[in-house]
């Protein structure tokens, strides 16, 4: 128990004390109320109630705490009865059930408040007001007390107030804030939750906070609009209306403070029709300054930094609706007026209002839609995807220019299906400009990678002949930004052809198009021959950088994940900070593509740390609907294996787009190879190897040098072998070659380990980083550990495993630590020195097959040099040699007809 809290009283006076319980009876449900009688003891708090209750058109739930049976579990559920008027039957009508499975112990608190809620919405509609009274709630039972208090917190998801009294020092800790927060408007976090329970759809955060911002988070308007809007407007797929319609229910809770209002009062609240701040400056021009001082002291206006704004979002759209229909049209036209130098946009949608001609009024929007480039807030998208609406909504018909432009201030905003529709609409318009086309290709390709959807990228017959009557320098950039959506999806033959189509008209091309071609030329001859290196696209992606000016914000994220795709990381990185500088103000997908685009480039980079971070960032940044980000999937299938999360963790269920299939499963082959799979991870890559089209050449060896790894590591020497010498054809570049030295290492011969892993060392450290050498120095331990060289074999698989830890591949780090020394398999070198050698004798032979000179091996032994030539002397003797070269082709040749000697894993 705890004392009340400051500010929150106990309500002295019985008027006082019935009004308030009479309030909370009669705001039935929707409005979601809470009321907590606080007093001392004898202050006739339950008579009070009685009281207030006694005439309430409704039904009543009473429950009275009994300190007799305080230690019986739910016995004041149990104890529920009817009075005043009727019983609602709830326990009778299945509400015991839900009692009956907690007494039993099989739910939880928080599992029978859920329970009661479910059982509630599921009864038939009651016709009145149905309040739950708890009379001396600090008398009940611990189980009953946190259920009711627990349903009370949560009461504006179902349709029940409650009234709960207690002596104010007896205040339970959980019931301290029902006084204070549950009795004011609903935030946006209550919001959400109340669309959910009313409508069981999931509900976008942002549209939560929007509808607690339109309705003042009133629960009767909310619960009235949750029965109008659509499944894609509560997820934010779609766009809300900008001001709500004006219903009987708004309209009664708005009407109150505006009935004693002049006509110049509702003519100043009108300017706050958007439900948005108005400065002092439009208000001044429109109005005047008049009635300002007035309606501040009525608490209907308030100061904001702005300007001012209504202290409820409804009494400028109902003071509006209060005017005459002259009126409205003079007060919307000099609003409009006085927002044209401050805010185009505001202006326009002001004079949609004032009923101007059509053709003027259209004009005036698409002006200052072609001003919206640069806004800076939400609120400003939210504007100007209206003005947008509006525009198509009046032109007869709508030009593909109105349409795109639409799907622009969608896409900006986040609401995809309505970018789509604008789209579809852009695409089926009746003639279509040539000046449209290279924005509506652009749009075809954001719209066909962002809901990964192929058919989208295929340009209509109808549009492909148009282009014959279209100056040759837009056909050359439609063309190619056609071929490098088809590329984008997967699509290298269709790519090829619309290559071409632009090659005929590059005559006239600008450089910034024939710079894109070339980019999108080397990205086909990667994707359909494999031919196009790391550094030509490279080159080719720099060079388009180099060439355009500003660039959309799409147009960057690709510019950064092809960089990335070319292992040019630095230069993606610069290219990164420049692009989210550009586009700080982007839409919320804009800024969410770039964070992805972020998160891929430190995952290339082994950045685990921060890309973790990156992904918290993600988390929070909230989009709606299925969103496929290109290259997303790999870079959270391949972080997740870095820092040892669990599969799934991170990217659940995705369907592997068809745009990146080789990239998903080289991600999830290093999964397996991390875990310790190795015959599985060898068998993906080879999947992966035989897929067409084939890979490109860099990306190629190095699925060969992981391959090695993954069948070396499996005890499969032989197919290593093989493997290595296809990872050794063809160029590749730095990354690469790292990746082959180290497979080169792994397939050496005894004799030349140490100098072949000394090499693939100097080339992870020189192009590789840290992880490049770790690595190496696990595979080095394999080896040396398959030889009998444990002890130095376990001392560098702890070296490589701090190394793994510090960079955060804690995947990597177990996987070296958990690593059990490989199975020595004698093979034919330990069966020829077991039969002609002692183990002094074999032990010599062994390190010198590692590489090592007489005064290495005499130290190893801790036996003087002229020892060591004497026993060396005795083994060419028994094994019929003259000399350690012989020695060392006679054991190795005896290897090669014996079985291989590589390691084996305990897993693979």
Not at 121 to 137: I, K, T
Not at 181 to 200: N, Y
Request: hydrophobic share 45%; charged share 25%.
């Amino acid at each position: 128990m705890a004392d009340i809290p400051a500010g929150a009283g106990p309500l002295v006076g019985r008027d006082r004390v019935l009004e308030r319980v009479r309030r909370v009876a009669e705001n039935r449900g929707p409005t979601g109320r809470s009321l907590l009688v606080t007093g001392p003891p004898g202050s006739g708090r339950t008579s009070l109630v009685a009281t207030a209750l006694a005439d309430l058109d409704g039904e009543v739930v009473w429950f009275a705490g009994s300190a007799t049976v305080d230690d019986e579990p739910w016995s004041t559920l149990r104890s529920a009865r009817g009075t005043f008027r009727s019983v609602p039957g709830f326990l009778g009508s299945g509400g015991d059930e839900v009692v009956a499975r907690a007494l039993a112990g099989e739910s939880s608190t928080v599992e029978v408040a859920r329970a009661f809620a479910r059982h509630y919405q599921s009864l038939p509609p009651r016709p009145g007001a149905v309040v739950l009274v708890a009379e001396d709630v600090h008398r009940f039972d611990p189980q009953s007390r946190a259920v009711l208090l627990l349903l009370a917190h949560v009461n504006h998801t179902f349709d029940m107030s409650y009234v709960l009294t207690c002596p104010t020092r007896a205040l339970p800790e959980d019931a301290l804030d029902l006084d204070r927060v549950q009795l004011g408007p609903l935030d946006a976090g209550a919001t959400r939750e109340a669309l959910h329970a009313w409508t069981g759809r999931p509900v976008g955060t942002d549209v939560a906070a929007e509808l607690a911002r339109l309705t003042d988070g009133n629960p009767r308007l909310l619960r009235e609009i949750a029965g109008q809007v659509g499944p894609e407007q509560l997820e934010g797929r779609r766009t809300l209306p900008l001001r709500l319609p004006l219903t009987p229910t708004s309209a009664a809770v708005a009407s109150g403070p505006l009935q004693d209002l002049d006509v110049d009062a509702l003519r100043t609240l009108a300017c706050f029709s958007l439900g948005l701040p108005v400065p002092v400056v439009v208000l001044e021009r429109a109005v005047g300054l008049g009635p300002v001082d007035a309606l501040v002291d009525a608490n209907l206006l308030e100061a904001v930094p702005e300007g001012y704004r209504c202290t409820s979002a409804l009494l400028g759209r109902t003071a509006e609706a209060r005017l005459d229909a002259a009126t409205r049209h003079a007060l919307a036209g000099a609003l409009a007026s006085a927002w044209s130098v401050l805010d185009p946009v505001r202006a326009a949608l002001h004079a949609v209002d004032e009923g101007l001609p059509s053709e003027e009024v259209l004009e005036r929007g698409r002006r200052a839609l072609a001003t919206t480039a640069g806004a800076s807030s939400a609120a400003d998208d939210r504007l100007a995807e209206a003005l947008a609406w509006a525009v198509v909504a009046r032109a007869e018909p709508p030009t593909t220019n109105d349409w795109l432009v639409l799907a622009g201030c969608a896409e900006r905003a986040g609401h995809l299906a309505d970018a789509r529709d604008a789209f579809e609409h852009a695409v089926h318009a009746s003639a279509i400009d040539e000046e449209d086309l290279p924005l509506l290709t652009r749009t075809r390709g954001f719209l066909s990678q962002v809901t990964d959807d192929r058919t989208l990228v295929v340009p209509s017959t109808t549009l492909l002949s148009s282009l014959e009557l279209v100056h040759p320098a837009v056909v050359f950039e439609t063309m190619t930004r056609t071929a490098w959506n088809s590329l984008l999806a997967g699509a290298p033959d269709q790519a090829r052809l619309y290559l071409d189509r632009a090659r005929q008209a590059s005559r006239a091309a600008r450089p910034e198009d024939r710079a894109l071609w070339r980019l999108v030329d080397t990205g086909w001859q990667r994707a359909a021959s494999g031919t196009g290196t790391d550094e030509a696209l490279r080159e080719a992606a720099l060079r388009w950088r180099d060439c355009t000016g500003a660039r959309p914000w799409y147009d960057d994220f690709l510019l950064v994940t092809t960089l990335v795709e070319a292992h040019a990381l630095a230069d993606a990185r610069q290219h990164l900070f420049v692009a989210g500088s550009a586009h700080r103000h982007a839409g919320r997908l804009g800024r969410y593509f770039l964070l992805a685009a972020r998160l891929e480039l430190e995952v290339a980079g082994s950045q685990v740390a921060a890309a973790l971070a990156t992904v918290e960032e993600l988390a929070g940044h909230e989009v709606a609907g299925p969103v496929h980000v290109r290259g997303l999937a790999p870079a959270l299938v391949r972080l997740e294996t870095l820092a040892d999360l669990p599969a799934g963790t991170l990217v659940d269920g995705h369907d592997g787009s068809a745009s990146e299939p080789a990239a998903l499963a080289r991600a999830e082959a290093e999964r397996a190879l991390v875990r310790g799979r190795h015959r599985e991870a060898a068998v993906a890559l080879t999947a992966l190897l035989r897929a067409e089209p084939p890979l490109p050449e860099e990306a190629r060896r190095a699925v060969l040098a992981d391959l090695v790894e993954a069948q070396v590591a499996a005890g499969d020497l032989a197919g290593a072998q093989q493997s290595f010498v296809r990872s050794t054809s063809g160029t590749g570049g730095p990354a690469t070659d790292a990746a082959t030295t180290r497979a080169a290492a792994l397939v050496a011969s005894p004799f030349e380990t140490r100098g072949a892993f000394a090499r693939a060392l100097a080339a992870a450290e020189a192009e590789d980083g840290l992880l490049g050498r770790a690595r190496t120095l696990l595979a080095l331990s394999r080896r040396l550990g398959a030889v009998g060289a444990e002890d130095e074999a376990a001392g560098l698989r702890e070296e490589a495993a701090l190394v793994f830890a510090h960079l955060g591949a804690e995947g990597w780090a177990r996987h070296a630590r958990e690593a059990e020394p490989p199975p020595q398999d004698p093979g034919a070198q330990d069966r020829l020195l077991d039969t002609r050698l002692d183990d002094h004798e074999a032990g010599i032979v062994r390190l010198l097959l590692l590489g090592q000179k007489n005064k290495e091996v005499a130290a190893r032994l801790y036996v003087s040099l002229r020892s060591l030539e004497k026993s060396l002397t005795r083994i060419y003797a028994k094994t019929g040699v003259a000399s350690k070269a012989q020695l060392l082709a006679l054991v190795r040749a005896e290897d090669g007809a014996g079985r291989p000697t590589g390691p084996r894993s305990a897993v693979g």
